[in-house]
């Protein structure tokens, strides 16, 4: 059944990434869970500490991958399907460009949110890390090593080329895949901030981010390409709020 997501309908389709979507994140915060009753059992992880940090999301990069993996087994898909491949300078020069647009539009959307005198909600690790601040250290490697690879192929490699190939378009797979990547966010961004205009504003601005990733990883055709943006840019974003914390700006 190689391929089979190519005759599946839009609709199905749409469901199919929404259904993955959730499967990530629940396998991952499940993963998270054990890995982290397993590894306390051994050696302290006090709550908001590096370490306890550190394990639940290599656990959640893990879930991410177990579902993507299930899904392509399921449906015979070879890892081509992923349109991922070494990198050559053009794809080096391209994921620094996609980094930087990615910061701009961040700007550009700060300023438009504060024009607006909006609002937005801050990641429940950011939230948790104000009495500990070096529980945001070990976030900063692993957005490059765990999160950017990881996420970026459950949501660009896995369910937007899924998308791609039902919608038969690829700005279609795009905005339906960066929707879907932002919907995701609601427990990370909601669950301590509260469910009101703030969060709106946020997955607004997540939804925009998301996009751009897709841009990226359709004009290039190299999953590398975003999943180095996707990297380097939380790294930076962790790296900056555990500077702002300890007061260095």
């Known amino acids: 059944m190689s391929h089979s997501t190519d005759r599946t309908s839009p609709v199905v389709a749409v469901a199919g990434a929404a259904a993955l979507a959730l499967a990530g994140l629940f396998v991952g915060l ?3 869970v054990i890995s982290i009753s397993l590894v306390s059992s051994v050696v302290p992880l006090p709550s908001n500490s590096p370490e306890r940090n550190a394990v639940a999301l290599i656990a959640q990069g893990a879930g991410l ?14 890892w081509s399907y992923l349109r991922i491949s070494k990198p050559t300078l ?9 980094t930087v647009v990615l910061f701009g539009a961040l700007a550009l959307a700060s ?10 909600t ?5 939230q948790s890390a104000e009495e500990n601040p070096a529980a945001l250290l070990p976030l900063i490697p692993l957005s490059i090593l765990i999160t950017g690879p990881t996420e970026e192929l459950l949501f660009r490699g896995v369910i937007q080329t899924r998308l791609r190939d039902a919608l038969d378009t690829p700005a279609g797979g795009v905005v339906v895949a960066a929707a879907v ?23 607004a601005v997540l939804f925009v981010l998301g996009g751009l990733l897709g841009a ?3 004009y290039t055709g190299n999953l590398l390409v975003p999943i180095i943006a996707h990297g380097v840019y939380n790294a930076v974003v962790f790296g900056s709020n555990y500077a702002e914390a300890v007061g260095a700006f």
Do not use: K, N
């Open 181 to 203: 990547f932002s919907l995701v966010h609601i427990p990370a961004y909601g669950l301590t901030s509260g469910f009101g205009p703030a969060l709106a504003t946020t997955l």
């Open 90 to 98: 053009r794809d080096l020069g391209f994921a620094v460009a996609a």
């Open 111 to 120: 300023a438009i949110i504060d024009q607006l005198g909006l609002t937005t």
């Open 65 to 78: 991958v177990a579902v993507a993996a299930l899904y392509m087994d399921r449906h015979d898909l070879p």
């Open 216 to 218: 990226a990883y359709e």
């Open 30 to 32: 499940l993963l998270g």
């Open 122 to 126: 801050e990641h429940s690790v950011t």
